[in-house]
């Protein structure tokens, strides 16, 4: 381990924190930084050389190398930190990902010269100051374009973004221009949904119910349940049918003569057994899931929040975000 990687990474902390965080950035004089690359240092040690050679044989053709390849490196110099200063960066709110999936940060690049502007790179800066993988692009002239790049967040809760980098060694390569930048945005992360959660729990009578309806611990409540082989075509709801197939899924349920209206579908953490906390929310995250998918009315039960039965997208969200954040 390098024993100055501690220190380079305070060092990278306290200055990052110095940057106001903001959705929308103008690369300008202020926040655009340029030094030689490793090639540009290796051609500034070979004019040296040719420097030397040159007034020691006294080459006027020495001395002519030397100054053509000088001047076309500082032209590049001014052309390289042109080529990222005025560009404009946008971030678009990310969407909300379970655990351990990618946080997909989608990015709009808008220049207004007249010139294209080549060679940009964006990545994402890592917290060990470790070199970021950068994904390339142009920006055309008086245009946009768009970039996604992809975080890992490191678990379930609202995090903020990480701090972006922006890049480029255009034409020469001979100087490194960069610029740091810190969306204000955050990423809001679900817990990760069980690979083999249990069936959904049995349904609470509601109140004012007799509680003599019957419910089976296979997914039958409100009256519907999954399609089985040789179930009558009257009994599917079509209704359902006709949203599932919408959303691509091949999924049909039928009506339950069985079961009652007068039956709610809770999922509680308490159901889940002695499992420890993450375990839990990731069963709850599953029965979610699986409740919305079977367009069941479900509720939901966490430490400090309760949220009454519903169903839909804004419902699902709804508890997943409660879950993230519990």
């Not at 020691?56 to 000088?70: D, E, I, K, S």
């Amino acid at each position: 381990m390098n024993p100055l990687r501690p220190l380079r990474r305070r060092l990278q902390t306290w200055f990052h924190n110095r940057i106001r965080r903001s959705d929308t950035l103008t690369l300008t004089q202020r926040n655009v930084y340029i030094l030689p690359s490793s090639p540009g240092w290796m051609l500034a040690l070979t004019l040296a050389v040719l420097l030397l050679a040159s007034i020691n044989y006294q080459l006027n053709l020495g001395y002519l190398l030397t100054f053509l390849l000088a001047g076309s490196a500082l032209v590049g110099m001014h052309v390289c930190h042109g080529n990222l200063r005025g560009l404009t960066l946008h971030l678009h709110p990310p969407e909300p990902v379970h655990a351990h999936e990618a946080v997909v940060l989608e990015l709009q690049l808008a220049s207004e010269r007249r010139r294209v502007r080549h060679g940009i790179g964006l990545g994402v800066v890592d917290a060990d100051g470790k070199a970021p993988t950068l994904a390339w692009t142009d920006v055309p002239a008086q245009g946009r374009t768009p970039v996604q790049l992809a975080w890992r967040a490191p678990g379930r809760g609202l995090h903020a973004l990480p701090t972006l980098m922006a890049q480029t060694g255009f034409p020469l390569g001979t100087f490194r221009v960069w610029a740091f930048w810190r969306p204000a945005s955050t990423a809001l992360v679900y817990p990760e949904p069980e690979a083999h959660p249990p069936p959904l729990p049995p349904g609470e009578p509601q109140g004012g119910g007799a509680g003599s309806a019957r419910v089976q611990a296979t997914g039958e409540y409100d009256g519907v349940r999954p399609y089985r082989r040789g179930d009558p075509l009257k009994s599917v709801v079509w209704k359902k049918a006709a949203q599932a197939f919408a959303s691509g899924r091949d999924e049909l349920v039928s009506r339950d003569a069985l079961s009652s209206q007068r039956q709610a579908l809770w999922l509680d953490i308490n159901q889940c057994g002695g499992a420890g906390m993450e375990a839990r929310l990731s069963r709850l995250t599953a029965w979610v899931l699986m409740a919305d998918r079977l367009g069941l009315d479900y509720g939901l039960r966490v430490p400090g929040r309760e949220i009454a039965p519903d169903q839909g997208a804004a419902h699902r969200a709804r508890c997943l975000e409660a879950l993230a954040l519990c």
